[in-house]
């Protein structure tokens, strides 16, 4: 293995140096394709343990409320030219801790109490804090939802009936569990029919928006979010961008002091490695790649006869149903875990489960890509899949599998210092 725990961690605590040790072994044996996960580079995990976490930045770069701040100033403005950069925007602020916490500053920074949103449905491929019940985004505000017609595509028409008819102050775009390319042009023609804030969620996409390889929210959405890794590859992180100078005082307020205090500067650090990593031209390399891996994926669970919601993938991930199958999402997650197949289960459109249980689940090309593989591996995995779903109570068979996946996957270095 290529990437050694530092030896400080096992003299002061071997305990979760074992631990971690374990991970390492979990992440290099098994196949990972939890769409919304990715490796990161040595250097960008490097940057994340640095001095820099020890070190309180409260407010923004030459505006704090800390002495001793000079070198976090000048990690965190790189951070933001390489972010706007990157994406074409003015303003980006780099410290939201996660994607979540990023909507909330949004909805915090434009929105009151009660005030209309419409985001898409959770069971159809939206995210929690899109409008669903459970999350603050439910609670704190009127939610409405648009979701996907029986072909699994979002139908732009029926999303502009819905708004007109709800009249929201903001309209959320982007997902966590859809496979089809999101038309930001159109969404921001629907959003101007009715007044609305466009704001687009573009966590799962945007290392693909970044290459280009998939359609940029500017300059149709007022205002967008994304989390850092996922397929940016970066650290476990959020970000907020803007073209509009007020819109960006608004959200600069209501992330500090409005939502958080101190900003983790280690991971603002890590976020600028990454960030110089995706403006090297083999990024688009790497993007391509993502794509082409999923679209085989796809192409070999069709032919082995299993649902894909929207039939295929213009994207990263593809999204399994199983409403025709007699196992639910939970029953493939786990069998699929088995054979050292790592995947999640998810709603889909017209669920009958709980999301506990689900009738999917998701599967995401990113993750493997940043190790090298490529359509040959992906082909032979996505039979693998087939193979363990259509035995999914044969555990000895899935033994075997796991076996045949480890093989692969040792052809394969993890946390090497490039791999696309």
């Not at 082409?292 to 192409?299: H, M």
């Not at 990113?366 to 190790?371: E, G, Y």
């Not at 044969?394 to 946390?415: C, G, P, Q, R, W």
Request: hydrophobic share 40%; with cysteine; glycine share 8%.
């Amino acid at each position: 293995m290529n990437y050694i725990t530092n030896a400080n961690l096992k003299e002061a605590d071997n305990e979760v140096f074992a631990i971690i040790e374990d991970e390492l072994k979990r992440q290099t044996n098994h196949l990972e394709m939890i769409a919304s996960e990715n490796f990161t580079s040595p250097a960008v995990m490097e940057a994340m343990g640095s001095v820099f976490t020890n070190k309180y930045a409260e407010g923004y770069p030459y505006k704090r409320y800390y002495g001793g701040c000079e070198q976090a100033d000048k990690v965190e403005q790189l951070a933001i030219d390489r972010a706007c950069q990157i994406f074409g925007c003015k303003f980006a602020n780099v410290q939201p801790h996660s994607g979540s916490q990023a909507n909330g500053a949004v909805y915090a920074a434009l929105l009151k109490a009660g005030d209309k949103i419409l985001g898409m449905d959770l069971s159809h491929g939206g995210h929690l804090t899109h409008g669903s019940k459970p999350s603050f985004s439910g609670q704190n505000y009127s939610a409405f939802y648009y979701g996907v017609e029986l072909d699994g595509r979002i139908n732009y028409d029926k999303v502009e009936e819905i708004a007109k008819l709800v009249q929201p102050k903001i309209i959320v775009c982007g997902a966590s569990a859809y496979a089809r390319e999101i038309d930001f042009k159109r969404f921001r023609e629907i959003a101007d029919s009715v007044g609305a804030i466009l704001f687009a969620d573009i966590a799962h996409i945007a290392g693909l928006v970044a290459a280009g390889e998939h359609q940029s929210p500017f300059p149709h959405a007022h205002i967008v979010t994304t989390t850092t890794h996922k397929t940016l590859r970066g650290p476990r992180g959020g970000m907020i961008m803007t073209n509009d100078e007020d819109i960006a005082k608004k959200i600069n307020s209501a992330i500090f002091p409005g939502l958080q205090g101190g900003p983790l500067v280690h991971v603002i650090a890590a976020k600028a490695v990454a960030f110089k990593e995706i403006l090297d031209p083999k990024w688009k390399d790497y993007a391509k790649q993502v794509k082409a891996n999923a679209r085989v994926l796809g192409e070999v669970l069709i032919k082995r006869g299993y649902d894909i919601v929207s039939g295929g993938t213009d994207n990263h991930l593809v999204l399994v149903s199983f409403l025709n199958k007699p196992f639910s999402g939970k029953d493939a997650d786990a069998a699929l875990g088995d054979a050292g197949i790592t995947v999640n289960k998810n709603t889909v459109p017209g669920e009958t489960r709980s999301p506990f249980i689900t009738s999917g689940i998701r599967v995401g090309s990113p993750a493997l890509t940043a190790r090298g593989m490529k359509e040959k591996e992906f082909e032979i995995i996505a039979n693998k899949i087939c193979d363990v779903l259509d035995n999914i109570e044969d555990k000895e068979l899935h033994k075997k599998i796991n076996k045949e996946m480890e093989e692969l996957a040792s052809n394969f270095v993890i946390y090497s210092k490039s791999t696309y």
